[in-house]
């Protein structure tokens, strides 16, 4: 069945480490997103992709980067973590050729920063 | 900028009907999706209105008023899984056509 996978699922971390989130996709859609969610505030766009030689700033872009390494790939890094950043995110993936381009999301990464 | 309302929380009884409205003020219009998200889970895709009107779609329904800024969610024949969270997200021209959510609506469903 055609998926959104993230790696690692949890991650507890410590103030000023690096953080690696990933996210695969076998559904063959050209875009991708990251977005963080917390209690309380939605879900806030972080970046985007709408290729793979396409990356953009989403609202909460600072402290964030991104790598598309292929279609399928898209990668979250966090360079130097802050407690702040602790929050559950979700990578996110859409076909701009479907009729309404609905998002389809990931499992979520639950990320804490200590 | 983008603002789109919801309410926080919500409950009702089971087997009742529920609306959970929406309204928003953005800077042009190009469809509005809603999502239902369950507590630790990922959101997944309920419904998506771009015209005025009515999309129904077994117990879920969606309706948009473009004039009005608004659209609501309604539930009918309420059940125990449908105790989730509603976001409501739209979409904009000057977004890159990528959509914006509100907070969500926590709607809790009791016997």
């Known amino acids: 069945d055609a998926d959104v996978t993230q790696t690692p699922r949890n991650r507890i971390t410590k103030t000023g480490k690096r953080i690696m989130l990933e996210c695969s996709q076998t559904?063959?859609?050209?875009?991708m997103y990251w977005y963080r969610q917390d209690p309380g505030l939605g879900l806030q766009l972080i970046y985007y992709?709408?290729?793979?030689?396409?990356?953009n700033k989403g609202e909460i872009s600072d402290g964030y980067s991104v790598s598309r390494q292929a279609q399928a790939k898209f990668s979250l890094s966090l360079e130097s973590a802050i407690p702040n950043q602790t929050a559950l995110y979700f990578c996110?993936?859409?076909?701009?050729?479907?009729?309404?381009?609905?998002?389809?999301f990931g499992p979520g990464t639950r990320l804490t920063v200590l | 900028g983008q603002n789109i309302d919801q309410p926080t929380e919500m409950t009702a009884t089971e087997g009742a009907i529920v609306q959970i409205n929406c309204t928003y003020q953005?800077?042009?219009?190009?469809?509005l999706f809603w999502y239902q998200q369950h507590a630790g889970e990922a959101p997944t895709f309920l419904s998506y209105?771009?015209?005025?009107g009515l999309e129904e779609k077994g117990r879920f329904s969606s309706f948009l008023s473009r004039s009005k800024g608004y659209s609501y969610l309604l539930l009918k024949e309420l059940q125990m899984k449908d105790s989730a969270s509603y976001l409501c997200?739209?979409?904009?021209?000057?977004?890159?056509?990528?959509?914006?959510f509100g907070r969500g609506t926590s709607l809790i469903v009791h016997p």
């Open positions: 997200a739209v979409r904009t021209p000057g977004g890159s056509y990528i959509p914006t």
């Open positions: 996110a993936t859409s076909d701009r050729l479907a009729p309404t381009d609905e998002q389809f």
């Open positions: 992709s709408f290729d793979v030689k396409d990356i």
């Open positions: 209105n771009v015209l005025d």
């Open positions: 953005t800077s042009g219009f190009n469809g």
């Open positions: 559904k063959g859609h050209d875009r």
